[in-house]
């Protein structure tokens, strides 16, 4: 019997070489080395003032390393801006509005890879259009529908705002178009329900896509700035970049307002980037590989 190409693995396990030269090598590892510094030595310089004492701060110079080491920006910022309500207010809306927004994007997607659902096409590309809509534009109804429902200065306006997101769906849609329909049809020959079809098959198989779209929708909810601004006017319920933006504001001893100093300033900064920071070193290995499959499949 004649052998087929699949039959010889010599053929298809052989890896692929590096097909650069050396000078062109060299070329890559610079520029990703010099990418590396642009992008790292500005929170370098961040880190370093926030360390630093309040006099040593203000010299206007880029620094890498603490000058006078002090946390007192740290402790002044936690305390006299109430930087720990914000951060609470952050966590709050951003942990529940990510749980609630990836069970409801996962749902979605399963609905429009089901074969029988009507027009699930043009459900689809309806999702896509919404995706094509400039946030800006949609500020004023968002105010408005937010006041008719009484959600201004709530809890609820914070964590309902941009609970459901087009791209999450379109990214778990892809993704549950990678499981085989197999799996699912012997479920419903079991008797299993659709809930227990997706809860014990569809969600399992899509581990990496949860992780991806929970992530991004993380950073998209802690990083929230226009919707917050307009449907929160009370200080207690601030996130963290109402504050940040407050802090960006320059004052001095003599404006009547509370001197701020740049190491509070910095420390603010990297207070708001730790979490983000956290969750990345967490969801890394699911990041790229879940964006892949979710973006590659159709």
Request: proline letters at 5%; glycine letters at 6%.
């Amino acid at each position: 019997m004649k052998a087929s190409f699949f039959d010889r693995p010599e053929q298809v396990s052989k890896p692929l070489r590096n097909q650069m030269n050396p000078l062109e090598r060299a070329i890559n590892w610079l520029l990703l080395v010099a990418v590396f510094l642009i992008m790292i030595l500005p929170m370098i310089n961040v880190l370093a003032i926030s360390l630093s004492s309040n006099a040593a701060s203000q010299v206007a110079d880029v620094t890498l390393w603490p000058r006078d080491f002090s946390t007192e920006g740290y402790t002044f910022i936690w305390n006299a801006q109430n930087l720990g309500r914000a951060f609470y207010n952050s966590s709050l809306v951003s942990l529940t509005g990510t749980v609630l927004t990836v069970m409801l994007s996962a749902m979605a997607g399963y609905v429009l890879v089901q074969r029988d659902l009507p027009f699930r096409k043009a459900i689809a590309t309806g999702i896509l259009v919404t995706m094509m809509i400039p946030g800006d534009l949609t500020l004023v109804s968002i105010f408005s529908l937010n006041k008719a429902l009484g959600l201004i200065d709530s809890y609820t306006g914070l964590i309902l705002n941009g609970l459901v997101s087009a791209f999450s769906i379109m990214l778990m849609r892809n993704y549950f178009l990678s499981v085989p329909l197999s799996l699912a049809e012997s479920g419903r020959i079991d008797n299993a329900s659709e809930m227990r079809i997706f809860f014990s098959i569809y969600l399992p198989l899509s581990l990496p896509g949860l992780a991806a779209i929970t992530f991004l929708e993380f950073i998209g909810k802690w990083n929230s700035f226009m919707v917050p601004l307009i449907i929160t006017t009370k200080p207690q319920l601030f996130t963290l970049p109402i504050i940040l933006r407050q802090l960006t504001q320059p004052t001095d001893s003599t404006s009547g307002v509370l001197q701020i100093y740049d190491n509070a300033r910095m420390a603010a900064i990297v207070i708001t980037v730790i979490p983000l920071l956290v969750l990345y070193s967490l969801a890394q290995r699911f990041l790229i590989g879940g964006l892949t499959v979710g973006a590659s499949k159709g």
